[in-house]
């Protein structure tokens, strides 16, 4: 029985050697070394195929302590609680100085308020100062009033007749 398994394994092996290099008239220790190179050597697919970048940056990061590692993952956040904070502190910076800005506009609008108070403050102290000195207006009842055109007619005709 077992020459049969012998005679199968040696008629296998021949199949096995038609498929493959035969490294013939060279010693034990050169056929060896070349099957250990043959075997380890393997054709690299071209560089478009390949799924990462042969770049140092996406290379895996080499691993921390243990001892860190327990608290980091007890510290850590999920990153969308920290994208969370970011966004709030942002958003509570963008409204700091917009109530800034509003804060500053009030106080201008204060300031242009009180200067406009003060200037027409000074200009009816001035306009009561000078009230004295002006002279009265007629009334409105005084003024002459209008001439008929009958009246007008009759006074063109006397001036043509002084000419």
Not at 52 to 80: A, E, G, H, M, Y
């Amino acid at each position: 029985m077992s020459e049969v398994h012998d005679i199968d394994a040696v008629g296998r092996l021949s199949d096995i050697d038609a498929c493959y290099t035969v490294f013939e008239g060279s010693s034990e220790e050169d056929v060896a070394h070349a099957k250990v190179f043959w075997s380890s050597l393997c054709l690299q697919p071209p560089i478009e195929s390949s799924l990462v970048s042969v770049d140092i940056t996406q290379r895996l990061k080499v691993s921390k302590d243990p001892q860190r590692r327990i608290c980091d993952n007890v510290c850590k956040q999920p990153p969308w609680s920290r994208n969370d904070e970011l966004l709030q502190k942002a958003y509570q910076l963008q409204m700091q100085d917009e109530k800034q800005r509003y804060l500053e506009m009030a106080k201008k609008r204060d300031k242009i308020m009180a200067l406009l108070k003060k200037q027409r403050e000074d200009r009816i102290k001035k306009e009561m100062v000078s009230r004295a000195y002006k002279p009265s207006k007629p009334e409105p009842t005084e003024r002459s009033s209008r001439k008929s055109p009958e009246v007008l007619d009759q006074d063109i005709k006397e001036v043509r007749e002084l000419v």
